[in-house]
C-alpha cells in the first residue's frame, strides 16, 4: 500500500501527518525515528478504524488487501 504523508521539522523536532486519515499524526526527535513512528501511527490508525463499526446502513465495509 501506498499512503502519502507531509513530513517537516518545527523547533528541531520532525512531524509528520498523514492527511488522508484524519488524526493520523506522529513525531520524533530524528528523521529515521520519525519513519518508524509514522509506520506505527499508520497501522494503528488503520486497526482502530476497521474495529469500529459506525457504519451508515446504507453503506459497506469492505477489507482489500494491497
Do not use: F
Amino acid at each position: 500500500m501506498k499512503i502519502k504523508a507531509v513530513i517537516w521539522q518545527e523547533d528541531g523536532v520532525w512531524c509528520a501527518s498523514v492527511p488522508a486519515l484524519p488524526g493520523c499524526h506522529t513525531w520524533a526527535e530524528n528523521y529515521d525515528l520519525l519513519l518508524e513512528m509514522l509506520a506505527d501511527a499508520i497501522q494503528g490508525w488503520l486497526e482502530v478504524a476497521s474495529e469500529r463499526e459506525e457504519i451508515e446502513p446504507e453503506k459497506q465495509l469492505v477489507e482489500l488487501s494491497l
